[in-house]
């Protein structure tokens, strides 16, 4: 596609349900990444993917959260029993290649846990 | 771990030109990053330099690094009202430049008055 695009853009979910987002990267780029954004800061890292194979899983706060990518291209981040900590900005990002290569971000999902 | 602090707030006059700061931990960094945040929209990459610079220019982009006291700026010149967003420094350090995760200061707003 254009972009990287995400779904859905906002949802609003109960306490101790699960959530699932989506990501579709730009067409082609091997390298993916989710990162946590609270408001009023900068993102942070949660997990990378180098075609279906997660290569780096360091940022993900506990066993709530996962991620996969099976076919090497479109990412769930699913947050299992979700507290209100968990709200947040989502946010996927693509790369062509691995390492230095640009990071192209979509427009995120906003996690609100009531 | 690594970090990256930044001033969070700047205003100035259009046609100033502003200068946004940002200073970081990691001494074995290899790339940062600036990133645009504008509302509703995913973070846009403007412009990065390499450890081994000191200077990169981009039209009204100059980027400045100094190594030695991990400092790094970005300054925009003649400074429009559409560079009103949140600014993003992003540091890509030695360990991660195979994964790409990128550690991001908090963010600095920046506030174009006409």
């Known amino acids: 596609g254009a972009g990287v695009s995400q779904s859905p853009r906002y949802k609003v979910t109960k306490r101790g349900q699960d959530v699932a987002l989506r990501c579709d990267p730009i067409?082609?780029?091997?390298?993916l990444y989710w990162y946590r954004q609270a408001l009023g800061q900068g993102p942070e890292f949660l997990t990378y993917?180098?075609?279906?194979?997660?290569?780096?899983k360091s940022g993900l706060p506990n066993d709530r959260f996962s991620a996969e990518r099976p076919e090497g291209s479109i990412s769930t981040l699913t947050i299992q029993r979700t507290e209100q900590r968990d709200s947040a900005m989502y946010r996927c990002?693509?790369?062509?290649?691995?390492?230095?290569?640009?990071?192209?971000f979509g427009p995120g999902t906003r996690l609100l846990v009531l | 771990g690594e970090d990256v602090e930044q001033s969070l707030f700047l205003s100035v006059r259009e046609g100033d030109s502003s200068v946004i700061n940002c200073t970081y931990t990691?001494?074995?960094?290899?790339?940062l990053y600036w990133y645009k945040q504008e509302p509703g929209a995913g973070l846009q990459l403007l412009t990065y330099i390499f450890s081994n610079m000191d200077m990169k220019q981009d039209q009204r982009l100059t980027v400045l690094l100094n190594k030695k006291d991990k400092h790094l700026s970005l300054r925009i010149a003649d400074t429009q009202t559409g560079d009103s967003a949140i600014y993003f420094c992003a540091d890509l350090g030695h360990g991660s430049s195979n994964t790409g995760k990128l550690i991001f200061g908090q963010g600095t707003t920046l506030q174009v008055k006409p």
């Open positions: 067409s082609g780029h091997v390298s």
């Open positions: 990691d001494s074995s960094s290899t790339y």
């Open positions: 990002a693509s790369s062509r290649g691995t390492g230095v290569e640009t990071q192209y």
């Open positions: 993917f180098n075609y279906e194979a997660q290569q780096d």
